[in-house]
Structures are given as C-alpha cells and as structure tokens.
C-alpha cells in the first residue's frame, strides 16, 4: 500500500549539491530556519493582524501549488536550512497541507512545525502527525473566552482547547503563543500561567511586533522584563529560568513553573532584540524570499520556478538575497518599520 500522503516522484539532488552548512548571510550569521507562509487565508480577525475585515472560512486558490512549495523547500535544504516552520494565515485551511508536511519532512530530519490558531486542530491533529509533523505552536492571547472573542472576532476558544488537548494525545510538540498588548489582553497574562502550570503547558509571551497597518503605538507595547514581573507577582512565586535554547528551538528565554512541568517564556523582540544571532528567512505565500521581516527587497523565486530555473539559479537568487539582510530591524535605530505586506502574507 502507499504511503497516505505520498508526493510525486521527483529526480533526487545530487549529492555533491546538497550542502548542509553552506548557506550564510552577508554579515556571516548561519541560516538554518525556514518559515514558509502556505496561504494568506485566516478564520480569525485578531486586533494585531486584521488581514481582512469580515474575513470568511473560503478557501481560495494558494497562490503556490504543494509541489513548487515543496520544490521551493527542498532548495532551502540542499543549503543547510535545518528546520522549517509552516504558517499562514492559518495554514490548516490548506486541503493539501499533509501532503506539503509530507513532502518536506524527510528534507529535514523530520523538523517541520506548524504555527496555527487551533480551531481545526482538533480533527486534523493526527493527520498531521501521520504526515511527518514534529509540532505545533498555537497562537492563544486569551484563557477566557470574552476576551478570546474581543481580540479575535470569534467565540471559538473551546475549539482551541480542544484543538491542544488532540496535539498532546498524538504526540506533537506543543506551545502557545501569546502576543501582549497593553489595553487588551495584559490581564490575560496570568491566567494564561496559570494554564500552563496546571495542564504542563509551555506558554511564551511575545512583545507586540509593530508594523505599518497595524495600529501599532507605543501605549499598546509592554516589554517582556514587565511581562515576568506580572507572572511573578500574580503567581506569588520567583521563576527560576532554563538554560538558554539554542535559536533553531526559538529566541525565548524560558522559566520553570514549580510543581509543574509547564513553563513560561518571553519573547523580546523589541526591548533585547536577538537580530545578532538571527538564523532564519522567511519564504512570502507568493513564493518571494524575504531576508528579512523588515527591510529589503523580496527577491521572487516563484516566477523563475515556473520558468524552468536551474537548481543553481535559484541557489544564487538566495544567496544574492541573503548578503542584503539587514544587520536589525529598523526600530533599534529609533526609525519606524516598514512593512507593505502584511504578518499573514509574509508568515511572521
């Protein structure tokens, strides 16, 4: 019998092609972390993104085919990425996603994660195991669901739930994320603790990420050293932090929960940016590669594809890509960021 989610046989890379430390930007940082937007379609409306106004669950044509995301992928690989990590919009709108997951898992070792909102998790979480998935984080920003409804535009927190419990029960690494923004969800923090102490879940706090379109100002911005003290002065109790991941396992710095297997984290993207030690690129819905969330030119890689590319013209359209990826993001420097695409095309 064949394999439920089986790709088209495909001619494999030469092996003298496929370098496994070879891919560097041009300030010599090591890139091994690929995040691939598979659509541009999301059932939420959340207040820090907002793609669409009235956005409905259609599933619309993605403007890449599972095969050019896969093909796309697989010259990542043969350059050293290490991991990849699918996201959207909410990527399990995608029919065809196992297929992609299957595709793509063996390039890798097996390291392919999903980020996703959870609302269909639940019914697709061992599919996506079967298929070669190792994790999943879940966007949560609330523990109840008034405030879940008030910053997503729709009352469907008990799915979510749902949705971690099924992840859990077949085995997929689980996280939660949960994007802070003051006036919104800052009480939300140490219940959203409290979850993780009682159910061992690991629950990382993100500073508000700003960018044009998003309603982004500094009111709304509460820095990850705040974040912990609010963890700590409503849990009444001193966090005691893990050794430092290295970044292919995320950027957060992780604390222990006593009496619990659960863990908070933070994830400081403004107030002590990791750009230093940034290791990943990102690949748009559109199939366009971007160095770098903020700045830069996105070199198109779909159109070449579709043109019959050579393995090695795509391979100098990446590297080229990749001498121009910034040194930081712009708000270091005190400039406002500049993003014409918006997180759900673009993968976050």
């Not at 599933?59 to 959207?88: C, D, H, W, Y």
């Not at 399990?92 to 390039?107: H, K, N």
């Not at 996703?116 to 523990?143: E, F, P, Q």
Request: net charge neutral; aromatic share 4%; glycine share 12%.
């Amino acid at each position: 019998m064949p394999p439920p989610f089986a790709t088209p046989p495909e001619t494999p890379l030469p092996r003298m092609l496929r370098v496994k430390d070879g891919l560097k930007d041009g300030l010599g940082r090591d890139i091994s972390y690929l995040r691939v937007s598979v659509t541009e379609q999301c059932n939420l409306s959340c207040v820090y993104c907002k793609p669409r106004t009235g956005v409905s669950e259609r599933i619309e044509p993605p403007a890449m085919s599972r095969n050019e995301v896969v093909q796309l992928v697989k010259v990542f690989t043969s350059l050293g990425i290490r991991k990849v990590r699918l996201t959207g919009g909410e990527p399990l709108l995608r029919r065809d996603l196992e297929t992609i997951i299957a595709g793509i898992s063996p390039e890798v070792e097996g390291r392919v994660h999903l980020t996703t909102n959870g609302i269909h998790l639940a019914r697709k979480a061992r599919a996506l195991r079967d298929a070669g998935l190792a994790g999943v984080n879940v966007s949560l920003d609330a523990a109840d669901s008034g405030s879940f409804e008030r910053l997503t535009g729709k009352n469907g927190l008990g799915k979510v739930l749902a949705g971690l419990e099924a992840a859990r029960a077949v085995g997929l690494k689980t996280k939660l994320n949960t994007v802070v923004l003051r006036g919104w969800n800052e009480d939300q923090i140490v219940p959203l603790a409290r979850l993780a102490q009682q159910d061992g879940f690991q629950v990382r706090f993100i500073e508000f990420m700003p960018y044009q379109g998003n309603g982004w100002d500094g009111s709304q911005f509460m820095p990850a050293a705040e974040i912990l003290r609010t963890i700590q002065e409503g849990l009444g109790t001193d966090l005691e932090e893990e050794p430092a991941l290295g970044l292919e396992e995320g950027p957060a710095r992780l604390f222990r929960l006593p009496g619990s297997i659960g863990k908070v984290g933070v994830i400081s993207t403004l107030s002590a940016d990791f750009c230093d030690r940034c290791n990943r690129v990102r690949l748009t819905s559109h199939g366009a590669l971007k160095a770098c969330l903020f700045g830069g030119h996105p070199v198109d890689l779909l159109e070449p594809l579709r043109n019959h590319a050579s393995h090695e013209d795509l391979v100098g359209l990446i590297r080229q890509a990749l001498t121009e990826k910034l040194e930081c993001h712009p708000m270091r420097g005190g400039q406002q960021p500049t993003l014409s695409q918006g997180m759900w095309q673009v993968g976050g």
